[in-house]
Nanobody, 125 residues
Framework: QVQLVESGGGSVQSGGSLRLSCAAS??????????MGWFRQAPGKEREGVAC???????YYAHSVKGRFTISNDNAKNTLFLQMNSLKPEDTAMYYC?????????????????WGQGTQVTVSS
């Protein structure tokens, strides 16, 4: 069991930056044993993987965000981050963090058992 709470969303203009946070609590196992991911869902579209980080700290990104977004993990604070730079209107979506007690991470929705409630990101042109 893991409780995940996202924060840091908001409205920015195209080219701007935001930093999302995901605080984890009430986890059954040590936080560092979980792989973590960020996902997003725009209105009328399916939820898609944005970035993930495995237990060894290896990171993976969707092609659409590679070079602009950075996922990181602070195990001491049990917090996951997503630094988003050079934002575009097409990045507008609800952003979710997810966790799974597994060595590997994946950009697939079905990989994760635990999800936060989401934080809205809106990018205007």
């Amino acid at each position: 069991q893991v409780q995940l709470v996202e924060s840091g969303g908001g409205s920015v203009q195209s080219g701007g930056s935001l930093r999302l946070s995901c605080a984890a609590s009430e986890y059954t196992y040590s936080y560092s044993t979980y792989s973590m991911g960020w996902f997003r869902q725009a209105p009328g579209k399916e939820r898609e993987g944005v970035a993930c980080i495995d237990r060894d700290g290896r990171t993976y990104y969707a092609h659409s965000v590679k070079g602009r977004f950075t996922i990181s993990n602070d195990n001491a604070k049990n917090t996951l981050f997503l630094q988003m730079n050079s934002l575009k209107p097409e990045d507008t979506a609800m952003y979710y963090c997810a966790a799974q007690n597994n060595q590997a991470c994946a950009l697939s929705v079905g990989w994760y058992n635990f999800w936060g409630q989401g934080t809205q990101v809106t990018v205007s042109s």
